[in-house]
């Protein structure tokens, strides 16, 4: 039953066909199985998944169970869960047990899902290739030589190996959408302040964002109904209501108006990723929908942005590991400098120190209108690119990564090529808008992932489109050889 | 701009970071790289644009200035390094 999309088990559970418990006891032997050659779980929780799913199947018995009541979930280790553990993949946080949950988790619970486990991704979520980890990489369910992707890594990598049919992630520039395209399964970015992030460990607040990896469009809509919403513990989550996601999946695209920009399709995109991006295109096209061509100018000046925001915004946000209150602290510290500086220095990793180092450096008296102000009135600039294209058209559609899966360590030692990689995703977190990647073809039996980015709070819209295509296509449902 | 190791001392002190000597010339190479990856901002005319700190400049949230929550010391302290009487301990620091 471990190759059912959430919504075919949700049908199976409430059909009383199969149990919460055989399900989860399914999930939690493969999770088991398979965790030493991927390793994408940092916990697994056994025994107390059972017992919510013994009461989830008592929910269903008495009529009173939702879309998600039974489902397994798991998320990802930057999610405070309350009693567990809550590590970020950090050393720092390694015996951190979180003293309450996270909005995501809460909702999660009070819908019905059942938490298998923790899932391994980069240290504070920042890499893209879920190297970062202080528990070890994170391997690709589709060649084990290679990346899964990140900083959600671990998760994208449970739900394409099937050991889970749905998992939480976030997305700051990039992690849930580019493992999910690395590991051939869907990925959804939504709006910034859709999702709340009380709870959900801060990287850089103005681009933190939750969602949801699942297989399928249709299970990422039911996901992301019950991850939604406004949450007074978050000042910066929406008042606006939270759209039937399930309602319009099935509306036709006939009309739709698609905007693709040349700058996403340059000399450094994999020609199997155009290959498969333009046939894909091709097929929504049959289906209905026109292409306009759009220009997003300033798409290169993304990634210099990205990394002054988002680090400016980490080494503020860091700074709260001190030693003293929770996480880790150094041996014998000889006076409270030390203590700062050594429990920050051993409990960091070496990226995330990288990352400190220069938003530290880019605040820093004398430098803060070059670098931090400047990237603000360039994100502005992006913003607004944004904004006008999306008066034109619908949806724009980008592929979601240069290339497919690469080897593991390639890029480990080199920060700025691995900053590189994520020139299709970081401009949509600057922007704050939703985009989701879905799995749109293989290059030598690797993944390849299309993003297909709505309007501000469109989530509707773009889950619809990517339903469409998965419609009529198949490549969802490829299953890593291994994991069958 | 580059970093040599002065600069990359000085930032690690900022950012209360310890770092041992046999990494700061690593530091000092990845710090210019990403640096030199940054400076491509500079090239941008911005004269007259407004900065955007938040992508959706909607209004904050406030709460109103209520007591929502109980005391929980001891529970958040479980997870302390190191308490003694209720308080967390840290090294003396004042004289």
């Known amino acids: ?484 | 701009m580059s970093f040599n190791k002065t600069t990359v001392q000085d930032i690690a002190w900022l950012a209360r970071l310890a770092i041992d000597d046999q990494s700061i010339a690593g530091y000092e190479k990845d710090l210019t790289d990403i640096l030199a990856l940054v400076e491509r901002m500079k090239k941008v005319n911005t004269a007259d644009i407004q900065p955007l700190a938040h992508p959706l400049e909607i209004d904050t949230q406030l709460r109103p200035d209520a007591v929502t929550e109980e005391n929980q010391r001891d529970d958040f302290q479980k997870i302390a390094p190191a308490i003694t009487d209720g308080h967390y301990l840290v090294p003396k620091f004042v004289e």
Request: glycine share 10%.
């Open chain 1, 1 to 484: 039953m471990h190759e059912f999309t959430l919504a075919e088990l949700s049908h199976l559970l409430q059909k009383r066909e199969i149990s919460s418990v055989e399900l989860v006891e399914t999930c939690l032997e493969r999770a088991e199985q398979f965790n030493d050659g991927l390793n994408c779980f940092i916990s697994l929780f056994p025994e107390p998944a059972l017992e919510r799913a013994r009461h989830a199947d008592e929910l269903i018995g008495g009529g009173k169970a939702g879309p998600l009541t039974g489902i397994p979930v798991v998320h990802k280790d930057i999610f405070c869960t309350g009693g567990f553990k809550t590590s970020c993949a950090s050393k720092m946080l390694d015996n951190f047990i979180a003293p309450y949950d996270a909005t995501v988790v809460d909702k999660l619970n009070m819908a019905g899902s059942v938490m298998l486990g923790k899932t391994n991704m980069d240290e504070f979520a920042m890499g893209s290739s879920s190297e970062t980890s202080f528990y070890g990489p994170v391997r690709n369910p589709w060649d084990a030589s290679r990346v899964p992707g990140g900083s959600s890594g671990g998760s994208a990598c449970a739900v394409s190996a099937r050991l889970a049919p749905a998992a939480t992630g976030t997305d700051t520039g990039g992690s849930i959408r580019q493992p999910a395209a690395l590991c051939g399964v869907t990925g959804l970015k939504p709006t910034y302040g859709r999702v709340s992030r009380y709870g959900m460990i801060a990287f850089a607040s103005s681009l933190d964002q939750g969602g949801p990896i699942t297989q399928t469009a249709e299970d990422a809509a039911l996901m992301l109904a019950a991850m939604s919403g406004f949450d007074e513990n978050d000042a910066t989550s929406a008042e606006a209501g939270v759209d039937n996601y399930t309602a319009t999946l099935n509306k036709e695209i006939k009309g739709l108006k698609i905007g693709l920009p040349a700058e996403y399709f340059s000399e450094q995109l994999e020609r199997p990723v155009t290959d498969a991006i333009t046939a894909a295109l091709n097929l929504l096209e049959e289906a209905g929908a026109s292409i306009i061509e759009i220009e997003l100018p300033n798409t290169e000046l993304s990634i210099p942005v990205y990394y002054v925001i988002a680090s400016a915004e980490c080494s503020s946000n860091l700074s709260r590991y001190d030693g003293v209150r929770f996480g880790y602290r150094c041996d014998n510290p000889k006076d409270i400098d030390d203590l700062f500086c050594r429990s920050r220095g051993e409990g960091f990793g070496d990226e995330v120190k990288r990352r400190i180092m220069i938003g530290t450096y880019v605040l820093s008296a004398g430098y803060y209108d070059a670098y931090y102000l400047k990237a603000q009135q360039i994100r502005r600039m992006l913003r607004d690119e944004f904004s006008n294209a999306l008066k034109q058209v619908d949806v724009i559609i980008t592929p979601t990564t240069p290339s497919t899966a690469f080897p593991l360590g390639a890029r480990v030692d080199d920060p700025v090529s691995m900053y590189l990689s994520d020139i299709y995703t970081v401009s949509v977190n600057l922007a704050g808008l939703p985009a989701i990647s879905i799995p749109v073809g293989f290059n030598d039996g690797l993944p390849i992932g299309m993003q297909v980015i709505g309007d501000y709070f469109g989530e509707a819209r773009i889950l619809n489109v990517a339903h469409q295509y998965q419609q009529i296509t198949d490549w969802h449902k490829r299953v890593p050889r291994d994991y069958q």
